[in-house]
């Protein structure tokens, strides 16, 4: 038997996944509209290729990935591309961000299918855009772009592939009916990302005690593979990333390292089953299991549910009392975040719609202060200090929370579950990573400004020299001029230098072409992170615009690299 290493801290919140384990999967009717955003993944929000009054099909790119951190949107139905604007989309912060709204024709339309059931005969990095133009990114978390992360694990030998299935978080059971129904079809999409990956040396797939129907389907589908299905003890959370490498493996991740850096990489199993779908059935990312959960539902189940899909439509169909819900939340209990509206539509990333009732999950209590109990510090599962946090991140002590490896806190809220001051710790620290961002791309702008103010004082400083050199050159020609009686070698003499002072020497031309290049560059920089900002809020039409000023500055680049290398040669 594999040997096991024990976490850190962790807590035992009661499960409450049994209520929605009842039934199988179940379907919903196609919503009239479906809303999808063009950001529901880690990187830069996607980028829209059609137009309001367009005709979509099931499963066409509506929106392309905008660079490599960056993951296509596809059409859930079919139908008509109604708006493209900015709406409010669920994210702890209640932002907005560009949508593309798709009034559904009901008729479920779809692309033509190119499904590889042959993708060994293709190169991994084949197999890896296919992942990519699928749009798939990982589905039990942040939602990382996961071509990005396998690309990412190739580029270092990677010996051992982890897939995650251990769904540690409360109510949730999205990936426990989805192994219990479709065990064989994940363990071909983990034979996808092996292949991708070059064949690593070891398969573990992580599963928590708690689930045995979906331990012995792995184990059924695993038979005759060297795929090791292995049973970790049920503690919350043991499904962060770094955690069970750890427990599998016993090796720590460092502190702002990924698992490819130590030779490892970890993949959820429902993000292996889209991996499969996009691969061997050619089929995009357009749906996804989700959990509806929580005593203000009639109905607790999990379901195939269409990205896009407002809460609201879900809720309807799942006898949902409004009066009896104290808050909907998006996500389990632990790392979930309170809806502001039940219009919102479900992301990628969507794991659970939760409806808690008034006495299952109160309205919290007021929070009180820190009694300096260090219930938190024990429960910390990334062995942090979290009270220490707490301080900091009240001072808005961004240095100190940094040296305090803010960023190893995974976000788990085990602290704040703890916590018997009720103090929302995790809250605190979400919005400091956030402010320390900021500060941090504020500081890169800033310096990219002084830089181009520098430059441009600089050239401005040239310009007045060679302005000079030309007026001394005029000044002295004509003194000449007026005191030789002009004699005609003088004059020959005096356009001679002036000719000279326009010609530039090599060295002179040189350096212009340096200087040519380096303003080129900084309007190329000025360029992408205006195009970065349009993709961001701008419309379609000013995005167009600035996706082609990016190319003109990319071409006046090339072109003087082009001119300076050949005036080098
Ligand atoms: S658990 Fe709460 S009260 Fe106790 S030390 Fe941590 S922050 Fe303070
Ligand atoms: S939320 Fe962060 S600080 Fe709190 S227990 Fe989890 S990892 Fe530790």
């Known amino acids: 038997m594999r040997q096991l290493w024990e976490t850190p801290g962790g807590v035992h919140p009661p499960e409450n996944k049994v209520q929605s384990l009842k039934l199988g999967i179940g379907h919903l009717a ?72 798709i009034i559904s024709d009901s008729e479920e339309r779809w692309i033509d299918l190119y499904g590889h059931t042959d993708y060994k005969q293709l190169s991994p990095q084949e197999v ?112 962060g990333e770094k955690q069970l490498v750890y427990i599998l493996t016993g090796q720590e991740i460092p502190s702002g390292q990924l698992p490819s850096d130590i030779g490892m990489v970890c993949v959820n199993s429902g993000t292996a089953f889209a991996i499969k779908r996009a691969v061997i059935d050619g089929q995009p990312l357009i749906s996804r299991i989700m959990t509806v959960t929580g005593d203000a539902c009639g109905i607790n189940r999990n379901y195939e549910v269409l990205i896009g899909t407002p809460v609201s439509h879900i809720l309807e169909k799942n006898k949902f009392i409004r ?28 794991t659970c719609i939760l409806a808690p009732s008034h006495s299952e999950i109160p309205e919290e209590d007021p929070q009180q202060p820190c009694i300096r109990c260090g219930l938190c510090a024990e429960a910390c599962p990334a062995s942090l200090l979290p009270q220490q946090l707490y301080w900091y991140a009240q001072s808005e002590d961004h240095e100190r929370l940094q040296a305090h490896n803010l960023f190893d806190c995974i976000e788990c809220g085990a602290c704040s579950y703890v916590c018997p001051s009720n103090i929302p710790l995790v809250q605190y620290y979400r919005s400091s990573k956030g402010n320390i961002i900021n500060s941090r791309n504020a500081k890169i702008s800033a310096a990219k400004a002084r830089e181009r103010f520098e430059f441009r004082q600089v050239r401005l400083n040239k310009a007045e020299q060679a302005r000079e050199v030309k007026r001394e050159a005029r000044r002295v020609a004509t003194e000449k001029a007026k005191t030789s009686s002009s004699s005609a070698a003088d004059i020959i003499n005096a356009a001679n230098l002036r000719a000279k002072a326009r010609q530039a020497s090599p060295d002179q031309q040189k350096a212009k072409l340096e200087r040519s290049l380096m303003a080129a560059k900084m309007r190329l920089d000025e360029a992408q992170e205006r195009l970065a900002e349009a993709n961001k809020s701008g419309s379609a039409e000013q995005q167009a615009q600035q996706h082609a000023s990016v190319e003109g500055a990319r071409q006046k680049v090339e072109q003087t690299k082009r001119r300076l290398e050949e005036l080098i040669r």
């Open 30 to 101: 196609i919503p009239e509209k479906l809303i999808l955003p063009l950001i529901q993944h880690i990187g830069d929000a996607a980028k829209p290729c059609v137009a309001i009054g367009d005709v979509v099909l099931k499963g066409q790119k509506i929106a392309s990935a905008s660079g490599d951190l960056s993951a296509p949107v596809h059409a859930p139905t079919s139908g008509v591309i109604s708006a493209i604007e900015d709406r409010p989309v669920a994210h702890p912060s209640g932002m907005s961000a560009l949508c593309i709204e």
């Open 128 to 239: 890896s855009h296919l992942i990519a133009d699928a749009g798939v990114t990982g589905l039990g978390g942040a939602g990382f772009p996961s071509a990005a992360k396998l690309d990412n694990g190739r580029t270092k030998p990677v010996n051992t592939l982890i897939i995650n299935a251990t769904e540690c978080e409360p109510y949730i059971t999205a990936d426990d009916i989805l192994i219990r129904e479709r065990a064989a079809e994940i363990i071909q999409g983990i034979g996808v990302i092996s292949h991708v990956l070059d064949m690593p040396r070891r398969i573990l797939i992580g599963i928590e005690s708690n689930k045995p129907e979906a331990i012995d389907a792995l184990r059924e589908a695993c038979k005759s593979t060297a795929i090791e299905v292995v049973v970790v003890p049920t503690k919350y959370p043991s499904g």
């Open 323 to 350: 009066k009896n819900c104290s808050r909907l939340i998006m996500g389990g209990p632990m790392m979930g975040f309170s809806l502001s509206s039940s219009e919102l539509p479900v992301v990628k990333t969507t």
